[in-house]
């Protein structure tokens, strides 16, 4: 997929709607979904209901039957995803009907309700939403004639599959559950390196607390750095998953008591120690606003700068920390693993990239965090929506 060709800059201005390039083509929004599936290019085989419809994506959702693998797998060119089930002795099925469990640590793969008859231009990427990413839960999209994950070529005409992994929680899930989202694209939507720049020193990306450093964009990327200080002495500055938990039902919100499932890590001067194949979720130490013209991307971390993943759920509607025509800052809720061997995170340290993406004709009818009920808008350091606030800390 090429996302790389920037667009030409308009004169910038302060707000965040209405004052730069307004392209014909990047990430297609919310009235555009709803054309698309007026059209027939977006197909369920339950109604699509309009509350799946987000600023700048499309929440998916499980089909009735799912099955458990030996192992994860893509189709490949001339290849189905139900061929390579059978390969990999993917029945008997397991009913999701009327709810069923995914045990820790097992691969499954459940057909979604939707199915796309894309056009020719038009291309899609998924990325797990917030609150499956919290819970530790791999998702990954499948395609039938499938080369990579999570990517749908342009004109792609069939099934969507989804492969779900949970990795630190069993979880119970049903026909209907959304665990992960896709986004459409037509043609280029990438800014140019000095747009990045003139914006973030508007404050549009970003901010921090007074006295605190804003760091540089590189290039067209902005960086984002870890808080491991919050509120200092006796601060809660993250979580670590527990063992050994009971199940999760993915479709109950505010049900499960905090203690139950997550340690809470205290400030240690600014130092994390994270240890192999641990799961936890910090904060960023920036305060992040995508304004109402754009969406963004938190890119996967560059491995050769320490052996951790940041960020299974890594898009962000246009909006996200803009409040009242401003960006007023989100602190952006980080999904991190170690892997191969302990790791130590300092305040500050850089973990990841945002990559800003245009939208197409540079507005949205919907801006996450005024039309529709956001769990995360605002956050500090915020776990899935399933558990109950009050028991935390």
């Excluded at 700048?56 to 499980?62: I, N, P, Q």
């Excluded at 971390?301 to 920390?321: C, K, L, N």
Aim: overall charge negative.
């Amino acid at each position: 997929m090429n996302f790389d060709t920037p667009s030409d800059l308009i004169q910038p201005g302060e707000g965040g709607r209405g004052q730069w390039a307004k392209p014909t083509t990047g990430v297609l929004p919310y009235q555009e979904i709803e054309r698309m599936i007026a059209d027939g290019q977006i197909r369920g085989a339950v109604a699509v209901d309009p509350s799946q419809i987000q600023p700048a994506s499309l929440d998916l959702r499980l089909g009735p039957k799912a099955y458990r693998v030996r192992a994860s797998f893509l189709p490949g060119q001339g290849g189905t995803v139900m061929e390579k089930i059978d390969q990999l002795d993917g029945r008997p099925e397991l009913d999701l009907t009327g709810g069923a469990a995914l045990e820790r640590g097992c691969v499954y793969v459940i057909e979604l309700l939707e199915s796309l008859n894309l056009p020719h231009d038009v291309e899609a990427l998924a990325n797990p939403k917030s609150s499956t990413g919290r819970l530790d839960i791999l998702t990954r999209l499948i395609t039938d004639g499938g080369t990579a994950f999570d990517r749908i070529d342009k004109g792609y005409k069939g099934r969507l599959f989804l492969e779900v992994v949970p990795l630190s929680f069993s979880v119970v899930v049903s026909q209907g559950s959304r665990l992960n989202q896709l986004r459409f694209q037509r043609g280029a939507s990438t800014l140019s390196a000095k747009e990045v720049r003139e914006r973030h020193a508007l404050g549009h990306f970003a901010k921090v607390a007074d006295g605190d450093t804003l760091i540089p964009p590189r290039d067209t990327l902005v960086p984002f750095s870890i808080d491991l200080q919050g509120g200092g002495k006796g601060a809660i500055v993250g979580y670590k998953a527990r063992k050994n938990a009971r199940k999760i039902d993915v479709d109950k919100p505010r049900a499960y008591p905090v203690a139950e499932f997550w340690e809470p890590l205290l400030w240690d001067q600014g130092r994390l120690i994270l240890e192999k194949d641990e799961f936890y979720i910090l904060a960023t130490r920036e305060e992040v606003a995508v304004p109402p013209d754009l969406a963004a991307e938190m890119l996967p971390f560059d491995s050769q700068s320490g052996e951790f993943r940041v960020h299974y759920a890594g898009f962000f509607d246009p909006g996200f920390g803009w409040v009242d025509g401003k960006a007023q800052g989100s602190r952006a809720v980080l999904e991190v693993r170690s892997y191969g061997v302990p790791f130590t995170l300092e305040h500050g340290q850089i973990v990841g990239w945002l990559d800003y993406r245009r939208i197409a004709n540079g507005q949205t009818d919907m801006v996450y965090g005024e039309a529709i009920k956001s769990n995360y808008q605002g956050q500090g350091i915020a776990l899935a929506k399933h558990f109950i606030p009050d028991s935390a800390g």
